[in-house]
C-alpha cells in the first residue's frame, strides 16, 4: 500500500489544477512540437525532437507522481484545525532561543512544502518538531550543525486564499 499523503484543502486543488494543465495542456503543446521536429526529417539528430521527447517524459512523469500523490491523499479537514495545536494548515510563529530571531512558518504536507514561501513540510525536522506542540512549549530540533530549541509563540489557521 502506498504513504499516505497529507495535504491541505488548497494544495489538494493546486495539485488539481496542476494535472489538469499537464493532462490538457502541456501534452498536446509537447505532441505538436514532436510532430514538427519530425517533419524536420532526419530525428536521429534532431535537438527540436529530442528536446521535445524529453518534456513529453517529464510530463507523464509529473502527472503519474500527482495522480498517485491525489489517490493516496487524506485531506487535512478545517475542523481538524484549532489553532491550539500546530497541525497542518496552521502558520506557526517560532523564536530561536539562542539568537532571538523570530521565523514564521506555515506548516502543509511534504506534497505542498515551498520554503522560500515559508512552508514547510510536517515530515521536515522543524516541522516534525513542533506538531502538536502548544503555544509556550519549547521544542528542540536536531539539526545538521546540532540541537536548536525554538520557543512556540503563536498558532493560526492559515486563511485560505480567494
Known amino acids: ?17 496542476e494535472l489538469n494543465n499537464l493532462i490538457h495542456v502541456k501534452r498536446r503543446e509537447v505532441a505538436k512540437r514532436i510532430k514538427a521536429a519530425r517533419e524536420f526529417g532526419d530525428i536521429s539528430e534532431n535537438s ?3 528536446d521535445a521527447k524529453n518534456e513529453q517524459a517529464f510530463i507523464e512523469g509529473r502527472i503519474k507522481e500527482i495522480e498517485n500523490m491525489l489517490r493516496n491523499a487524506r485531506i487535512v479537514k478545517d475542523d481538524d484545525i484549532t489553532g491550539e495545536t500546530v497541525n497542518l ?7 530561536e532561543k539562542e539568537t532571538d530571531e523570530i521565523f514564521a512558518y506555515t506548516i502543509v504536507g511534504s506534497a505542498e512544502a515551498d520554503p522560500l514561501n515559508f512552508k514547510i513540510s510536517n515530515e521536515s525536522p522543524i516541522g516534525k518538531a513542533i506538531l502538536g506542540h502548544k503555544i ?26 480567494g
Open 48 to 50: 527540436e525532437y529530442d
Open 1 to 17: 500500500m502506498a504513504d499516505e499523503v497529507l495535504l491541505t484543502q488548497e494544495g489538494y486543488e493546486k495539485l488539481e489544477k
Open 89 to 95: 494548515g496552521t502558520t506557526v510563529r517560532l523564536r
Open 136 to 161: 509556550g512549549d519549547l521544542v528542540k530540533v536536531k539539526v545538521p550543525s546540532g540541537i536548536m530549541e525554538y520557543e512556540i509563540l503563536s498558532i493560526e489557521k492559515t486563511r485560505k486564499k
